[in-house]
């Protein structure tokens, strides 16, 4: 499932579209998050916002897998916006621990996957698989659209 969830704020200034997005994932779903500082900068940004995730130009690009999923730089090491995110995370205890106590109470299940992927199978990954998944399960029967914030003007 995917959440896209917006919220509608005013810090002590109005402007048409002042935009924070963070995007986080879980196992059993995807969260885009956008803040806007006003209701017209949602209502201006949310059918491209909605447009980028459900259509992307880029899921099959090779650059764009390269730069955002991974690759390897000419001096041998290993890069991506994904991998570099994982790679920080996988071998640290926290991160040990929770994957340990997964396996043994969720086994068989898809929440003992790590959700970001483990930097393994991050290498193995191609520019198609990332495409026929994002096709596969970005789609509007599994988007849920969450509005919050002050609401009254729109």
């Known amino acids: ?49 909605v447009d980028h995730v459900l259509r992307p130009t880029k899921t099959g690009d090779p650059d764009a897998f390269s730069s955002e999923v991974y690759h390897c730089r000419p001096d041998g090491k290993e890069a991506g916006v994904v991998f570099s ?39 193995k990954l191609t520019p198609d698989e990332i495409h026929r998944y994002h096709k596969r399960f970005y789609c509007g029967a599994n988007v849920s659209v969450v509005i919050g914030g002050q609401l009254a003007d729109l």
Do not use: H
């Open 85 to 123: 995110e994982m790679k920080a995370r996988e071998l640290t205890e926290p991160d040990m621990l929770d994957r340990e106590m997964r396996n043994a109470l969720l086994k068989d299940t898809l929440l003992m996957n790590e959700s970001g992927g483990m930097c393994d199978a991050i290498r």
């Open 1 to 49: 499932m995917l959440v896209l969830w917006c919220a509608v704020s005013y810090a002590g200034f109005r402007t048409t579209l002042c935009v924070r997005m963070v995007v986080f994932i879980g196992v059993q779903y995807t969260c885009y998050t956008a803040v806007t500082a006003g209701a017209e900068g949602m209502l201006a940004l949310m059918p491209c916002f």
